[in-house]
């Protein structure tokens, strides 16, 4: 990739990846850009604009070959690298995230999943057997995963992490709820459901203000009308 892209277009492509692996599974070969916006709730032009960063990707009168797009999306996105990816933390989060991740299909393989719990340990999650955290350091020196999952409770988030870099990990999926930050040669991805829910908090408080203003805007309106007939007799 010659030039840098923006961050905003990075954090869209994942959507383009979701939707068109949508379209593929119910046998659709091509797609207009104006199509789809319709699926996507962005316009025609941004999906243009977002992958003219890439080569553009589509032919003028025939649109999109989905499967083609959905490739070269993988690609760019690195889900062709086959990295694999360990779990620490077992708990309901975890056990959660574990069954219900498709992750060879996002680029990903989960390898191992671990806790340091009596109760926990010797468990299976989606048929994977959860194994003592105590062994994760020859675990990781011998298959070599290159991220971490993380779900292990707050306190514990940044001695777990230090001490798996120091292991060789160099990229952590961060679902505890406190930031962990990046340094030199390591990548964060800090996922906070809490954020979302509050977004949508703000979403809803707008929509609600937005709905008694238009009433009140009306009721206003209405008076002035009863005035002015008044006036008129």
Same mark, same amino acid.
């Given at each position: 990739?010659?030039?840098?892209?923006?961050?905003?277009?990075?954090?869209?492509?994942?959507?383009?990846?979701?939707?068109?692996?949508? +379209?593929?599974?119910?046998?659709?070969?091509?797609?207009?850009?104006?199509? +789809?916006?319709?699926?996507?709730?962005?316009?025609?032009?941004?999906?243009?604009?977002?992958?003219?960063?890439?080569?553009?990707?589509?032919?003028? &009168?025939?649109?999109?070959?989905?499967?083609? +797009?959905?490739?070269?999306?993988?690609?760019?996105?690195?889900?062709?690298?086959?990295?694999?990816?360990?779990?620490?933390? /077992?708990?309901?989060?975890?056990?959660?995230?574990?069954?219900?991740?498709?992750?060879?299909?996002?680029?990903?393989?989960?390898? &191992?999943?671990?806790?340091?719990?009596?109760?926990?340990? &010797?468990?299976?999650?989606?048929?994977?057997?959860? +194994?003592?955290?105590?062994?994760?350091?020859?675990?990781?020196?011998?298959?070599?995963?290159?991220? /971490?999952?993380?779900?292990?409770?707050? /306190?514990?988030?940044?001695?777990?992490?230090?001490?798996?870099?120091?292991?060789?990990?160099?990229?952590?999926?961060?679902?505890?709820?406190?930031?962990?930050?990046?340094?030199?040669?390591?990548?964060?991805?800090?996922?906070?459901?809490?954020?979302?829910?509050?977004?949508?908090?703000?979403?809803?408080?707008?929509?609600?203000?937005?709905?008694?203003?238009?009433?009140?805007?009306?009721?206003?309106?209405?008076?002035?009308?009863?005035?002015?007939?008044?006036?008129?007799?």
């Amino acid at each position: 990739m010659d030039k840098k892209v923006s961050g905003s277009v990075i954090n869209r492509l994942p959507r383009y990846y979701r939707h068109l692996t949508d +379209l593929l599974e119910s046998g659709t070969e091509r797609i207009s850009s104006k199509e +789809l916006s319709k699926r996507m709730g962005v316009t025609a032009s941004q999906i243009r604009q977002d992958l003219n960063c890439f080569g553009g990707f589509g032919q003028q &009168g025939y649109g999109y070959n989905v499967e083609y +797009l959905q490739k070269e999306i993988a690609k760019i996105l690195g889900l062709d690298q086959g990295y694999t990816a360990v779990m620490v933390g /077992a708990g309901n989060m975890g056990r959660t995230f574990a069954t219900n991740t498709k992750f060879e299909s996002r680029g990903f393989k989960l390898i &191992g999943i671990f806790d340091n719990s009596d109760k926990v340990i &010797g468990t299976t999650i989606n048929g994977m057997k959860v +194994l003592d955290y105590a062994d994760i350091k020859s675990f990781i020196e011998k298959n070599k995963p290159q991220m /971490a999952i993380l779900t292990v409770p707050k /306190a514990a988030i940044h001695s777990v992490a230090e001490e798996l870099i120091s292991y060789g990990i160099t990229a952590f999926m961060n679902f505890s709820y406190t930031e962990l930050p990046e340094t030199e040669g390591i990548i964060v991805e800090n996922v906070h459901l809490s954020d979302s829910l509050m977004r949508l908090s703000y979403k809803l408080l707008e929509k609600n203000e937005s709905k008694a203003n238009g009433s009140k805007d009306n009721k206003e309106n209405n008076e002035d009308e009863g005035d002015g007939i008044e006036n008129g007799d």
